[in-house]
């Protein structure tokens, strides 16, 4: 399997997402804080298919 650099906006996208996860686990915010796991999962998932799927 071949994996290719994700463009920057999935980038962003990805670190936006994990961001806001690891802010809700903290405990900075109650509004992320029940999705703080999946909006780190959901994160790498993103990281992931930019990485794997071409031009994404």
């Known amino acids: 399997m ?3 650099a994700p463009r920057v906006i ?3 996208i990805a670190v936006i997402l994990a961001v806001l996860g690891i ?3 903290l405990g900075f ?3 992320f ?3 703080a796991f999946w909006l780190v999962v959901a994160g790498f ?3 992931l ?3 794997v799927l071409k031009g994404l």
């Open 2 to 4: 071949k994996t290719n």
């Open 33 to 35: 804080g029940v999705w």
């Open 49 to 51: 298919a930019g990485s």
């Open 10 to 12: 999935t980038l962003l």
């Open 29 to 31: 915010t109650s509004v």
């Open 23 to 25: 802010i809700g686990f």
């Open 45 to 47: 998932v993103v990281l």
